[in-house]
């Protein structure tokens, strides 16, 4: 089940190209009609008006008010339950989910399902089930400091081992013996991070209550391996610190959401609304921001 970590990555862009657009995109809205086309598959259709955003918490759709992403600058990976398809309408269960920064590093899905109110009315979710088979890979580039930003409800219903390899990811790679490899994982219903299989491992003090929707930011930083998490759920925001072995990713080349390539240890019940991946260490402010804009598009 490991991954060849010198697999070539056709679709990884380069690291200077800029994110397709800024904002979020709409709830089911139009393409942009003066957009450019967004893949090569041959679709005339643009991508979405991303500046326009999911409506206010509570209000009607028809009625709501843009949001948009606070912070875009650095921005490698950008998927979104409300825009599975890139503007296109998706499928029941997504074979792929478009990476809305426009980098092309769209991740492959198998064994999962698009629930149109995962996160209440008109906020839907892409569900995986626990299995081995249900998760999206996607390719990912090198880098050194990272920020990952993830909503996510779970019921906890799939938690085996101690170590982190062997516990749910949430979002990360999977490479065991590589010291380069890293995952954003969830412990007994801790938030976890860690670089390698050996070092320091990060999890969190507070533990995410079950069935309930989460935005959680982790923000670190290579050379020290120190990190930040940011957490916001229903009634509370926390923020723990810690550290992790320090040094940048630069293998595996894709990362996974929900699960990984060894089998049920890995695997992750769990709806995801939306999750971005920088290529750098936000500010505490940035990330403040971005969970803000987070908070209210999907009624946390």
């Known amino acids: ?18 994110p397709r657009d800024a904002g979020p995109p709409t709830d089911g809205g139009a ?6 086309p967004m893949d090569a598959a041959g679709s005339d259709a643009g991508p979405p008006d991303l500046d326009a955003g999911a409506p206010d918490a509570g209000s009607d759709p028809a009625d709501a008010g843009p949001l948009s992403l606070p912070v875009t600058a650095g921005l490698l990976i950008h998927f979104d339950a409300q825009d599975v398809a890139g503007g296109a309408a998706p499928a029941v269960s997504p074979a792929t989910w478009v990476d809305l920064a ?11 399902t698009l629930e149109p109110t995962a996160f209440g009315p008109s906020r839907p979710g892409m569900r995986t089930d626990g299995t081995a088979e249900s998760k999206c890979r996607f390719p990912i580039p090198d880098f050194d400091d990272v920020s990952i930003v993830v909503v996510f409800r779970t019921d906890h219903s799939v938690s085996h081992g101690s170590r982190w390899d062997e516990n749910p990811i949430i979002v990360g790679g999977d490479e065991f013996g590589y010291v380069a490899d890293a995952a954003l994982f969830l412990d007994e219903g801790h938030i976890g991070f860690a670089r390698g299989s050996s070092g320091g491992v ?18 670190r930083e290579a ?7 940011h957490l916001r759920s229903p009634g509370a925001a926390e923020i723990e610190t810690g550290d992790t072995a320090a040094g940048g ?10 699960s990984n390539d060894w089998g049920s240890d890995g695997a992750f019940d769990a709806r995801y609304a939306e999750v971005l991946v920088y290529g750098r260490r936000l500010s505490d402010a940035e990330a403040d921001d971005v969970l803000d804009y987070l908070v209210a598009r999907w009624d946390i």
């Open 1 to 18: 089940g490991e991954l060849d970590a010198g697999a070539s990555l056709d679709a990884r862009a380069d690291d200077g190209a800029a």
């Open 31 to 36: 393409p942009d009609a003066g957009a450019s």
């Open 102 to 112: 426009g980098r092309d590093h769209d991740a492959a899905c198998t064994g999962v």
């Open 202 to 219: 990060f999890r969190s003090a507070h533990d995410v209550a079950t069935g309930a929707p989460h935005a959680a930011a982790l923000l």
């Open 223 to 229: 050379s020290s391996g120190d990190v930040s998490l």
């Open 249 to 258: 990713i630069d293998s595996p080349d894709e990362w996974f959401l929900a």
